[in-house]
């Protein structure tokens, strides 16, 4: 039978990549989003494993090497994730200024400093693994390294003066710095109220977040 060439479907486009070129935003996302899952899945592995060496030898009789074994990576991958073994006992998300100040950055440009500002801070706090078993552990550790809340209190400043630059490049007008470190500093102080409130009821962080940001918003946690 012949085909009415009147009646043939046209040839459907196909979008092809010459080689060394990139393909499209929308190609790259999914990919990047597990890359991005697959690295905070790493980082929480090894967090635990420090935790885990640390509560059994004490801080001092555990190294690099140790906590890469007990998390089932490299040594060099440990260094991909964390500068020390106290980063990895510390932290689970954002672990230097830098890496804060840029999700700060990468936040929409219209978007306004203050709303910026609380959706970096809830990406961090949904990011916080809901593991009571965990938060157990850490407690446990941080109860018997003292030294660890002195690395721990530096290491917030250190990110309050990564999010105070990436701040402060969103505002104009006068007292740029001043605003932004007010603004910075209200913020973790509400953050901190979360993990309070999280450790106290077992409720995942992320929600204590939005509910002390609601009491906060409507005057309610106010004298």
Known sequence: MSIDPQHEPPPQDVEEHAPGEHAPEQ???PEQGLRARKKRASRLQTHR???ELVAEHGLGGVTVEMIAERAGISPRTFFNHWATKEAALLGVVFTDPDEIGDALRARP???PAP???RAVLRDWMAAMPHDQDLRDLRKRVMAKEPSLHAMNAGRTVQLQGGLVAAL???LSGEDVHARAVIDVQIAFALTRSAFILSMASGTPLDQEF?????LFDT???LV
Request: hydrophobic content about 50%; aromatic content about 0%; glycine content about 4%.
């Open 109 to 111: 440009l219209d978007e």
């Open 210 to 214: 939005e509910r002390v940001l609601e």
């Open 27 to 29: 190609e790259r996302a």
């Open 49 to 51: 494993a420090a935790l």
């Open 219 to 221: 005057g309610a946690a």
């Open 168 to 170: 402060e490049e969103r």
């Open 115 to 117: 709303v910026a500002l």
